[in-house]
């Protein structure tokens, strides 16, 4: 289904409202491409003394370095710019890619000899649905939205798709968003490398957000 | 022309010479060649060309060259290579023989694999020495009951006409059409019928060669059938359209997904070059601490990515490079970056505290949510 740049919906990622249900986990397993194994990286990054946790989808690198570092040339990018998950026949499960990945993204199935990652539910995104894991994140930590919706139910945020890993930077089809006020282009991800994590309020400002009608859930595919 | 081009030319033609001179030998000089299979020679000697072509540009890139390195420097370590030489055997017979890990990847695709894999494997072994003249047939002198099979000129062995034998050997590429046929219908049916294959599966990639080896296979039963219960109606036609088929798939077979039947024995490679990292020391992740993976491959790796370009480096003296940091703290990383950027917005304070910052943990580990097998756990530390 083609769709103009107005109705092309983008995934958002805000990992700073994530409330670690696993929802988004349980919802990957039921994928079509990789049915009954859940794609989404999520991990609790101080479970002692904070309740943040880390939700992570592949990014779809412009430059996507697990394809580049791929010795057997078997993660190709669509001309939509999505990274797939290795091409069954050439994956040699060398692991290269899990240890390349600058998001730490992909996992290896060792006893299919066979990487895989999130391939943006390319088999619901290319028809226009959302994927599994946007259509079921109750805080929309992952939402899929189109930049009218996003501007509607996010006033405060908007997005950035570059990142910095030390002198690397990388750009990116999913976008994070930041507070719009940020001076920020570039999220360099290594000035924060040694950052603990926050012992936020969880999500005070999504639910303020929501009680001013600003932030109400939007409708599911 | 670059200098890897031009490599990859050179090695080209001498696969190509190669296989020329072999003909030529097998052939006796070309005394047993079949003269009506000449189109076959050429289309095989192109396929050479372009199959040595590929494959030396594939091992030039720098992941490939590296890994193909070391793949034989663990394989050949000294006082070892015995054992590895068991252990290739057994890793042979079970991923390449017996396809273990495409049944364990989905049982109806592993079985479609296997039908093609032998199948064209047996029709393979009957044509190649035909079409190159090595292998003929020819009635024993004073025997006209029995057949000899001669390879490269030489007596091999006798067999009766009517024979399990002869019968078997003169319709074996009846029985190897039998298999790729059901393993094509097999593999048809699953792209068809399942979304997930459907979402991502492209036709030159995917169908061409399910529609190559059909038609292959088809037209080489409709010359059998043609010969057998027609009284060679149409045989003529048959054999061009057979002829059409066949080179057609040898020219494409250089570039497109049947190439991986080249790329795939590298998995065997990576198993012993991940035996020699476990074995080895292991890398230290410089954020958290803990071991993910092998020292070997990290350095390897930082290589690799510095040859295509990339700049991982990272300021900070004691990471030096982000490849160092294992993948679970590079979600942290990330996370934690973006999270910072909102601490005035939604509050919260970072935690302070004293030494390593603490290991990331899953938040479900169970099967199917988290890791995804013993290797994948490790990947994300021990």
Redesign the interface.
């Known amino acids: 289904m083609s769709v103009d740049a107005r109705d092309a919906r983008v995934f958002f ?4 409202r994530c409330i ?1 249900c ?1 929802s988004c ?2 919802a990957c ?1 039921e ?8 794609m989404i ?10 309740p ?5 989808v592949c990014m779809h690198c412009e430059s996507p ?1 697990c394809a ?6 078997a993660i190709k990018r669509t001309e939509d710019g999505v990274v ?2 290795a ?4 994956c ?5 890619c ?8 992909p ?8 990487m ?1 990652k999130c ?1 943006l539910c ?2 619901r995104t ?1 028809v226009g649905l959302k994927p599994m894991c946007a259509s079921v994140c109750p805080s929309q930590a992952l939402a899929y939205l189109t930049p009218d919706e996003l501007a509607r139910l996010r006033p ?1 945020a908007r997005p950035v798709n570059t ?1 910095r ?4 930077a990388i750009t990116t089809k999913v976008q ?4 719009r006020g ?1 001076p ?1 282009e570039v ?15 969880v ?3 999504v639910f303020d957000a929501v009680l001013e009608g600003a932030d109400a859930p939007e409708g599911r595919s | 022309m670059s200098p890897e081009a031009a490599r990859s030319v050179g090695w080209g033609a001498a696969a190509t010479l190669a296989v020329t001179v072999l003909i030529l030998v097998g052939s006796r000089n070309l005394a047993h060649f079949d003269a009506a299979l000449v189109a076959y020679t050429f289309a095989v000697l192109f396929a050479t060309f372009g199959l040595a072509y590929r494959y030396t540009m ?1 091992l030039q ?1 720098p ?2 060259a ?3 390195r070391r793949g034989w420097q663990a394989f050949l370590q000294p006082g070892a290579w015995l054992g590895n030489l068991a252990s290739w055997t057994t890793r042979f017979a079970s ?1 390449v023989l017996a396809n273990a ?1 495409i049944l ?2 989905d049982r109806s ?1 592993g079985v479609a694999h296997l039908l093609i894999m032998w199948g064209c494997l047996i029709a393979v072994a009957i044509t190649f020495p035909l079409v190159f003249g090595n292998l003929h047939f020819r009635a024993v002198p004073g025997d006209l009951s029995r057949y000899e099979a001669m390879v490269s000129g030489f007596p091999a062995f006798r067999f009766e006409h009517g024979s399990m034998v002869g019968k078997f050997l003169f319709h074996g590429l009846v029985w190897a059409s039998f298999l790729v046929l059901a393993g094509v219908m097999l593999a048809v049916r699953r792209r068809v019928r ?3 294959a ?3 599966q492209r036709f030159a ?1 995917d169908f061409m060669p399910l529609i190559l080896l059909f038609a292959v296979s088809l037209t080489g039963l409709l010359l059998t059938a043609s010969y057998t219960w027609m009284y060679g109606y149409g045989y003529t036609f048959i054999a061009i359209l057979h002829a059409i088929t066949v080179i057609g798939t040898f020219l494409w077979l250089p570039f497109g ?1 049947l190439f ?1 039947v080249f ?2 024995p ?2 065997l490679g ?1 198993r012993f ?2 035996d020699a990292g476990r074995a080895g020391e292991p890398a230290l992740c410089r ?1 958290c601490g803990h071991a993910f ?1 092998s020292r070997m ?2 350095e390897d ?1 930082i290589e ?2 510095r040859k ?1 370009g ?7 003296g004691e ?1 030096r ?3 160092w ?29 004293s030494g390593a ?2 290991m ?5 580990p169970g099967e ?2 988290g ?6 756990a490790e ?1 994300y530390h021990p």
């Open positions: 990622v805000d990992p700073g670690g696993q986990v349980q397993t994928c079509d491409t990789h049915r009954g194994r859940s990286q999520l991990d609790v990054l101080d479970r002692a003394r904070s943040q946790t880390a939700p992570v370095t580049e570092v791929c010795p057997a040339d797939q998950s091409r069954k026949p050439r040699i499960a060398c692991n290269n899990v240890l390349a990945c600058p998001f730490g993204v996992k290896m199935a060792s006893s299919l000899d066979l895989m391939d390319y088999d290319s405060a990142f890993f030390g002198a690397q994070v968003l930041v507070p940020a920020v999220i360099d991800v290594t000035a924060a490398m040694h950052e603990p994590s926050l012992g936020h309020e999500a005070a400002e | 594939w890139r992941p490939t590296l890994y193909w991923d890990f364990r990847r695709r399942e979304q997930g459907g979402a991502v990639e997904k991986h790329q795939r590298a998995q990576v070059y991940k954020r993976s491959h990290v790796l690799v990515e295509l990339y700049t991982y480096e990272v300021a900070d990471v490079h982000y490849q940091i294992c993948p679970r703290c590079r979600r942290a990383s990330f996370v934690t970056a973006q999270s910072l950027l909102w601490q005035g917005t939604r509050g919260g304070g970072s935690l302070e505290g910052l603490p990331p943990r899953y938040a479900n199917g949510a890791p995804l097998g013993a290797e994948d990947n």
